[in-house]
């Protein structure tokens, strides 16, 4: 027996995948997914369980490894990317510590962007401890990730475009840079989603992703993901969700479906909305930079609409004057957008990067990455705009 999928025509494209593919529905008929919650699966007979068991045939055992909503989940996603298969984890972070259980050993090197989510540095410095060997280079600079190659480098980890500052990085050329070094790329694909960006279209070999962010969507459950060919799946990762279970739980992976449903509309309308708001941002004589690849000024502009389906994505930075005092003002001034450092949701945000996300850094550090004190970051939800720019516009205009 193998699990059997959803009958659609072969050539099915994005937004039919995004709503409909998944496993059949179950003898009841239900038109909308349906949330499987139990531990444990039930066998016909013992010489079944025993097949099962030793992988001679595909089934559902057991909750730790196996469970129908989290397999449709990780099907819609690996249709989305374009890869054959996918696994779902309990958050973006155990997707990463997947990858090192999964992939690396002590002795082996990782080259990864300085620019990305500050916990994945974390990761992969803490794991020092066990003798993996980390280099991390400017996101937008090829030949640092060229240079930074060693004879044992087995992973390089970008993330694209990058927090807060929306740099780009070509995930072309650095497939090109691991290829040639014997090794894989991985993109954390969370600030654009399938929707605008499919890096393995470009040459990456895994994608990784927070389903916390825009699979999900309306900012409610904690998920993540790696979508690979089906060897590296069945073979480096399952064997590790068996032994050390960074599980994902059937209701969150079902949210993250669901959520996945409208992940196009919302992507394509978020970044409308952020590009309206960056451009208005760019007129404001208490702002003095704005950061988002839609504009024109984004120094890597060309680079992301021809990688990102011509959208920028939803997050906007800016720089207000008045350094750390002035963002304070502009944020406390908001009434709509919510105070938090979390993305990816219907609700807009609005977060102080020097002072939570990137608080950790030293300024010296913070400045190097090109984050200011002055600096507000915007992850635009799907509120009215014009009620943003109002939102935004009170805090600024007591600047000048
Ligand atoms: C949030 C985030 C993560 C971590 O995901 P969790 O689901 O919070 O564990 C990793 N990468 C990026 C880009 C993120 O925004």
Redo the contacts with the bound molecule.
Sequence with gaps: MTIPRVDLPADARLDTLAVREGLPPSPWGENSEALFITSSFVHPDAATAARRFANEEEAFVYGRFSNPTVTMMERRLAALEGTESCIGTA??????LMLVLGLLKGGDHVVCSQS??G??IRLFTDFARFGLQATFVPQADVDAWRVAMRPNTKLLFA?TPS?PLTEVCDIAALAEIAHAGGAQLVV?N??CSPALQRPVTLGADIV?H????YLDGQGRV???ALCARDEVVTQKFVPVMRTMGLTLSPFNAWVVLKGMETLSIRMVAQSERALAIARWLEAQPGVERVYHPSLPSHPQHRLAMAQQGGQGGAVVSFVVRGGRAGAFGVIDATRICSITTN??DTKTTISHPASTSHGRLTEEQRLAAGITQGMVRLAVGLEDVEDLKGDLARGLSALT
């Design positions: 958050s973006g972070m155990a997707a990463i990305v989510f916990t994945t993330e927090n954390d969370c600030f990784m927070s389903g916390t962010k904690v998920a993540g993305l990816g």
